[in-house]
């Protein structure tokens, strides 16, 4: 599973990369992986305003529909078009060619609402460990 | 014993030895007495032939014999016998939905083919798998344009279907939607009332094609304001028609529906019927209900499976485009026949001989004193007449004639109890038309 | 298999027209005409029979093949109703005639297979009236939700913001609660599968509009504690919903009304084995308690007191047209010659066996699937492939097996509550040799996950395609076989 070190994440598993003001925002390896081929991206409008952790977009696979959270406040400022037309994109490159908006940053405190790559890989050992723990009722 | 239980006594037997019961009754131990049928008071059952002669006598009890001159948007077109024959298939009319396409791909490809059908008709880019009737698809067409536009004012004609309207109003009760109905005149959607109302807040205009009076249009002028201002034109459609007809694209439309009933369906009473919905196919992800979407297989065969389901209910929830669950599979099949059996070419002629014999109609009636016809604008197989008394008096004595005259209009507009709405399909003959006017002279001048 | 585009050649045709007997060919102007033609096949008759007889044998369909999905209710529809549905007296008969001044009299016996299967589903269910209009069982429950939105506000209550939902709903519940305005509290089920009793009443305020149940529900159990469940409801004046989805195994034994029930739905093509027809046309009529008769949609109809059947539209309260006509009458119709055919019996023994088959299949599979729920199931039996999954074998997969036996598979992944889920429907329809063949086939799936794992994947091997790409369907939208490449 990779994770970048520099990237800020959240625990609904978004990544946000953080360059003076600007957060490039998009979904991590594991959330790629989780939501298998993605099939089309719900981008938001340029402009629109968002809070911290709230709904931001939704993505699609063939069976499900997941919505992604902003990691920031803030406003859109820019949205990818290529996954427009290649959401397959998402898959190969989250983490780069794959990032989905660029928000304009309104609250630069709220990023230590956010985990580090060291504390995101360790919430993704604990998620490891329930998911093995887990069974069916009876 | 009921024919369609196979378990003998002695197969319960052996069941309730298996399962460790002692009787079925057993099996209800959740069901508690203090849940139990207050009355459960019902008569016992007939035998087969019993039914079907209960069945048969009430059948008869029905008006069907009068010529039908009725439409109002469901029509009395001839049904060629392959479509029964084919839809009367164990295999389409006892499957379910296609949630297994390697089973279902005899389902799945008929209405891949009714879709593409659909859009070769209207012109229109995607089509789905069919909504439940005409009424509710124009719902839906509403809801989408609301959903894609983020507006909540709606403009809607007063050509448009009157059952129609009414059923966008009940579904819209309780939500905040603003409707505005424009006035009709001379048989056409007035423009200047239209676009005094159209302005950034408009979701839609909806109109109709032909109208409910019958009146034929062209609404490019229509849609090319709307567009102007953000709005989106909806177009209700009545698709033997488009045989002739501009198509709702050729007029800019941007969401199509309409009833399919004229498409190989019998009138059976009001249902069931086919709705459809069509659109331009940057909307295609507002779209509600069943898709059928092409592919391939792991060998790569190409074959046809339901698409694009993350926009439905059973993946989104509450979040879903629309609550709608099935379409009408097997009147969109038994469409898909017809539009095959008709063909490109027969569609055509259809739609001609449906025109010419309302046109012929229209002039013998012409010729009647205490009928006006209304000539403000052309119409296709239906025609509105003003006649010298009330419409409903007329159709009663009519109907002693023989004759199912057609549809007053007092039933859905004020003002109107003079004028009545006529319908002339392919089925009606030189002898049936030249007898309706003979006896409507009779009528009126009795 | 070629579509019938491709066998199209210019000239052919499928259906003679007649020849036009009137001295007229009208002459529209030419900007109200269609540029060219509608691009519909060109085929002759027997081109037509063939493609679509072919078509059809690429379905499984109950009359050819054991098709037991969970929750869909996939018994025997009987031939008789369709020869009755194609009485000419009901197949030709225009829906606006009994809206003509007097025009009932034109009507009469279709009026009254409306007034009394209406009358029959009232006293199978314990309800006050109904409304036959809903054309399928998420259209059914739209309106039910409608009318317990008419019914608070009638009474000026305005804080009814909420509809309760129990997490093992089908998704139709929540979507069509959302889409006539409520948001969703969603309640977990507890152990035993059924509603978290303890959890209601955490959610339970006097914002609640109402409650959506199905019952027995989606993991196949009666709740016990279901007059326990409308006694909290309705003590913040909520409205009891009764989805009908698994009617089928109640019947006799039980009726939502005395349940405590304010509004159900039912699903003809379910419990009153109308066909499924590959995916409707359905009906969902919906039949209400006394509380909220007022509100249903026009028309309904009525005996006068000369005996004559009429259409009344004078409910002020009424919320309205839900749907042009009076319903889906053709599949009304069928529904109604299905209950005079079985009767008060007939109708008790239909739940009786779905039940007892259900169990007798539960029973059959236990050693060789985790149960969801170990207890007495009722219509539907619930499994996990959990085990199969510890050897890489799907629930999907075991389904991809079954059609090589020419078996349907039940429903997968449904319910949401269950990992792996395989929700098994008999129906009282089949016959006990039929359930041992599927159990044997579902026996020696188990066996061979144990044996041989990495075969599943190439289950189906028998049809005609196997394991469509559904990501490449979903991501390249072909759903029109003319679409021009420049579509926006």
């Known amino acids: 599973m990779e994770i970048i070190e520099h990237f800020l994440y959240t625990k609904e598993h978004e990544w946000v990369s953080i360059e003076d003001n600007t957060g490039t925002v998009g979904i991590t390896d594991y959330a790629q992986q989780a939501l298998g081929d993605i099939t089309y991206v719900e981008l938001p409008g340029v402009d629109k305003d968002v809070e911290q952790f709230e709904q931001l977009l939704s993505v699609e696979s063939v069976k499900s529909a997941s919505d992604i959270f902003s990691p920031v406040s803030g406003k859109v400022i820019e949205v990818n078009e290529d996954l427009v037309d290649d959401p397959s994109i998402l898959n190969r490159y989250c983490y780069d060619k794959g990032w989905i908006v660029r928000i304009e940053i309104s609250d630069a405190d709220e990023t230590s609402n956010l985990l580090t790559a060291d504390e995101y890989r360790n919430y993704l050992a604990s998620l490891d460990r329930n998911d093995n723990g887990e069974s069916l009722e009876e | ?446 | ?488």
């Open chain 3, 1 to 488: 298999m070629n579509l019938i585009f491709e066998q199209s050649v210019a000239g052919r045709r499928g259906v003679k027209l007649p020849v036009s007997d009137v001295p007229v060919k009208a002459v529209l102007p030419s900007r109200y005409l269609r540029a060219c033609a509608a691009q519909w096949p060109e085929v002759s008759e027997l081109d037509v029979v063939r493609h679509f007889t072919r078509l059809s044998q690429r379905n499984f369909s109950v009359d050819a093949n054991f098709y037991p999905l969970g929750s869909c209710t996939m018994k025997y529809n009987p031939k008789f109703t369709e020869k009755v549905a194609g009485m000419s007296g009901f197949a030709d008969l225009h829906p606006l005639l009994p809206q003509l001044k007097g025009g009932e009299k034109y009507a009469q016996g279709a009026l009254e297979v409306l007034y009394e299967c209406e009358r029959w589903l009232c006293a199978i269910t314990g309800m006050k009236a109904y409304t036959m209009q809903p054309l399928a069982g998420a259209h059914g429950e739209l309106t039910g939700i409608m009318l317990m939105a008419a019914y608070h506000k009638a009474k000026g209550n305005t804080k009814k913001k909420f509809v309760i939902v129990p997490d093992s709903a089908h998704g139709t519940n929540p979507a069509s609660a959302a889409v006539a305005g409520y948001s969703i509290i969603s309640v977990p089920s507890d152990k035993r599968g059924v509603m978290d009793l303890e959890k209601l009443k955490g959610v339970l305020t006097d914002e609640v509009a109402g409650l959506m149940m199905t019952c027995p529900d989606t993991h196949g159990v009666f709740n016990p504690q279901i007059d326990e469940i409308a006694r909290l409801i309705h003590s913040v004046d909520g409205i009891m919903y009764y989805d009908g989805a698994n009617l089928n195994a109640i019947l006799g034994r039980a009726r939502p009304g005395d349940l405590g029930f304010d509004v159900v739905h039912l699903n003809l093509h379910k419990t009153f084995a109308t066909p499924h027809g590959g995916g409707g046309p359905g009906s969902g009529p919906v039949g209400v308690s006394g509380k909220l008769e007022p509100f249903l949609p026009v028309s309904r109809v009525m005996k006068r007191s000369d005996g004559v059947f009429a259409l009344n539209y004078d409910y002020p309260d009424s919320i309205g047209y839900i749907a042009s006509f009076y319903g889906a009458f053709g599949i009304i119709l069928r529904a109604y010659a299905y209950m005079l055919i079985l009767g008060r019996e007939g109708l008790k023994q239909t739940a009786d066996h779905a039940v007892l088959n259900a169990n007798y299949l539960l029973h059959k599979l236990k050693p060789y699937y985790q149960v969801a729920f170990d207890r007495v199931c009722m219509h539907e039996c619930l499994f996990s492939a959990s085990r199969q999954l510890e050897r890489g074998v799907h629930a999907i997969d075991i389904a991809k097996f079954l059609i090589d036996r020419n078996i349907h598979p039940p429903t997968v992944y449904f319910p949401l509550t269950v990992k792996e889920a395989i929700m098994i429907e008999p129906t009282e329809t089949e016959s006990r040799a039929t359930l041992d063949e599927f159990a044997a086939a579902m026996i020696e799936a188990a066996a061979l996950v144990k044996s041989s794992p990495d075969v599943f994947h190439s289950f189906p091997a028998t049809m005609p395609i196997s394991r469509p790409d559904e990501v490449k369907a979903a991501r390249e939208m072909k759903v029109n076989f003319f679409a021009r490449p420049d579509a926006r």
């Open chain 2, 1 to 446: 014993m009921n024919p369609y239980i196979a378990n003998t006594p002695e197969d319960v037997r052996l069941m309730l030895e298996a399962v460790g019961a002692r009787s079925i009754d057993d099996l209800f131990v959740d069901i508690q007495p203090r849940h139990a049928p207050r009355s459960f008071d019902l008569p016992e059952g007939l035998s087969e032939y019993e039914v079907v002669r209960h069945l048969n006598d009430l059948s008869l009890k029905n008006m069907v014999g009068p010529v039908p001159f009725i439409g109002g948007g469901y029509y009395d077109h001839y049904v060629p016998a392959a479509c029964q024959a084919l839809i009367a298939r164990g295999e389409f009319y006892t499957a379910y939905t296609p949630y297994q396409p390697e089973c279902a791909q005899g389902t799945l490809q008929a209405l891949f083919e009714f879709q593409s059908c659909i859009c070769a008709l209207t012109g229109m880019d995607v089509a789905n798998a069919s909504l439940y009737e005409g009424g509710t698809a124009l719902y839906e067409a509403m809801m989408m344009a609301l959903r894609i536009t983020g507006r909540n004012r709606v403009v809607i004609d007063s050509g448009v279907s009157p059952i129609y309207r009414k059923i966008l109003k009940s579904y819209t009760h309780s939500l905040n939607i603003e409707f505005i109905e424009t006035p009709v005149l001379h048989g056409q959607g007035d423009r200047s009332a239209i676009n005094k109302v159209l302005d950034g807040a408009t979701a839609a205009v909806i109109l109709q094609n032909p109208n409910f009076f019958g009146a034929i249009d062209d609404h490019a002028d229509i849609a090319a304001k709307a567009h102007a201002c953000g709005a989106l034109l909806i177009e209700s459609v009545y698709p033997v028609s488009l045989g002739l007809l501009k198509t709702p694209a050729e007029m800019g439309a941007d969401i199509v529906t309409g009833e399919g009933q004229s498409l190989g369906l019998p009138l059976n009473f009001g249902g069931p019927y086919l709705g459809f919905i069509a659109a331009r196919k940057k909307y295609i992800r507002q779209m509600p209900g069943r898709i059928v979407g092409e592919t391939v297989d792991a060998q790569g065969r190409r074959c046809f499976v339901n698409t694009l389901q993350a926009r439905e209910q059973h993946i989104r929830r509450e979040k879903a485009t629309s609550n709608i669950c099935t379409n009408v599979a097997l009147c969109a099949t038994q469409a898909a026949i017809f539009m095959s059996l008709v063909g490109k070419e027969g569609l055509k002629d259809l739609a001609q001989l449906n025109c010419d014999k309302a046109e012929f109609l229209k002039s013998r009636l012409a010729m009647i004193k205490g009928v006006e016809v209304k000539r403000s604008s052309p119409t296709f197989n239906e025609f509105t007449v003003c006649l010298s008394r009330s419409a409903n008096d007329v159709v009663e004595r009519m109907m002693m004639r023989g004759f199912a005259a057609g549809f007053p209009l007092g039933r859905y507009y004020d003002g109107m109890d003079n004028y009545l709405l006529i319908a002339v399909t392919e089925k009606r003959t030189r002898a049936e038309l030249d007898g309706y006017a003979k006896a409507l002279e009779e009528v009126l001048r009795a």
